[in-house]
């Protein structure tokens, strides 16, 4: 267990619904990078929040928005759901002070779009 | 465009067997490199991470890094039915996120 948590774990939403995503960091860290990770392919870099930040952003439309907290908790959201979207959806958490800075993953949320 | 390659597999090795992993990565400014395992429907777990050239052992895993050949390995040394998993190989060059492989899927047979 990394102390990263995710919710929900699932979720069924329909084109063109919005969703909200939530992360919890691991005790500590105060750096959390999104993934998206599509069936049989590598994580995918959305963006991460620093200091309630975003500190670097992959390529993925504006339509995908994220929020950090003042306790590095974070959130992804997602407007206007398209069918590609559907994906496991990961957050991770780290501590870019660590030297090494090592990224540590949740379970994930399994986002199906239909 | 940074690029991380790696063998999709499926690698086969019998139990007890070295089993070994490859990766090699286009940008030559990469700084830290990780190895996460993957189990089926689970989230990347966190098994290795090496930053400088030569090797690192951690128990039954070694990780090699190159950085003039710009490849970085794993080894897995007396392997067990419950290694069978997706090995993601990652790498990070300047910016905190990191650029993931597709991932070599292991089975290693009883």
């Known amino acids: 267990e990394t102390g990263v948590t995710q919710s929900p774990t699932h979720l069924i939403k329909t084109r063109g619904q919005q969703v909200t995503l939530r992360c919890s960091s691991q005790s500590g860290h105060n750096t959390v990078s999104w993934y998206q990770q599509a069936l049989g392919q590598g994580p995918q870099f959305i963006f991460q929040y620093y200091r309630e930040e975003e500190n670097g ?3 993925f439309p504006p339509r995908f928005s994220g929020l ?35 990224q540590y993953f949740g379970p994930g949320t399994r986002l199906t779009v239909t | ?74 080894l897995i040394r007396d392997s067990q039915p419950s290694d069978s998993a997706t090995y993601l190989c990652a790498v990070r060059a300047g910016a905190n996120n990191l650029f993931f492989g597709t991932g070599t899927r292991l089975t290693v047979i009883p």
């Open chain 1, 57 to 59: 952003r992959g390529n």
């Open chain 1, 68 to 102: 950090q907290f003042p306790n590095y908790s974070s959130e992804l959201n997602v407007n206007a759901l398209e069918l590609d979207d559907s994906a496991l959806y990961l957050c991770a958490s780290s501590f870019p002070g660590s030297g090494v800075n090592e």
């Open chain 2, 1 to 74: 465009q940074k690029e991380v390659e790696q063998n999709s597999g499926p690698l086969s090795v019998p139990e007890g067997a070295i089993a070994s992993l490859n990766c090699t990565y286009s940008d030559r400014v990469s700084q830290s490199f990780f190895w996460y395992r993957q189990y089926s429907g689970k989230s990347p777990e966190l098994i290795m991470s090496i930053y400088s050239n030569g090797d690192k052992e951690d128990g039954r895993f070694t990780a090699q890094l190159n950085k003039a050949s710009q490849y970085v390995s794993l």
